[in-house]
């Protein structure tokens, strides 16, 4: 008896109700039946997706080719763009997770999701205004000691990053509730289809933020 059969068996004498068939390896769909009459589940077309989040990527990176000027000028806030588009996309991450778990009650009425959406708005909001405060006191400092920065310059730039989380987060945190609803709407399932777009779509909003802001209060205001 090989590994599969063994398995197979083991899963055969925990759950005597559950009936696996075979079809062929890798198939599209995978047929099963619990104590009824076997369903097919659909594998949804990823290639399809790919080339779409493919096309989006380019977006994003054309984007970041529009502030080249801004990246030559001041290298150093290349440093913490990891930092805005990873906390931009965590907070559409958790928003997400929080939106597939109230849409899969079918009841929810119109009123209760653009509750939810400002619910949702409301604490990417707050987690902004706290990792941002947080964020402009560690990177000013951060600055000044290891990369013997002034004051000025350092907390120029901690203000920066720190007001290009808050915006990125609280934007992250209204698409992150906002797609699924959406593709709930369309008849499409957003368990499947919102993590993708919402991740490229947060990195998007998330680099503009930051160099939009850094192109505008660091070179166009305060001249450096």
Sequence with gaps: ??????LAQTLASRCPDLELREQEPMSRHTSFRIGGPARRMAFPESREQLVILLGLGLVVSSVVGLFERVVTHLTVII????????MAGNVGTQSLAVTIRVLMDEDVSPRQKL???GKEARVGLMNG?????????AIGLYLMAAK???????FSVSFCTGTALLV????SSIIGTT????FKRLGVDPAVASGPLITTVNDLVAVTAYYGLAWLLLIKVLHF
């Excluded at 013997?148 to 350092?154: E, H, K, L, Q, S």
């Excluded at 990125?168 to 934007?171: A, C, I, K, Q, T």
């Excluded at 797609?179 to 959406?182: A, Q, S």
């Design 129 to 137: 205004l706290l990792l941002g405060l947080l964020s402009f006191g």
């Design 148 to 154: 013997g920065a002034a004051a000025a310059f350092a």
């Design 115 to 117: 509750a939810l959406v």
């Design 1 to 6: 008896m090989n590994l599969l059969d063994a």
């Design 79 to 86: 440093c913490f763009q990891s930092l805005v588009l990873d």
């Design 168 to 171: 990125s987060m609280l934007l």
């Design 179 to 182: 797609v699924p609803i959406l």
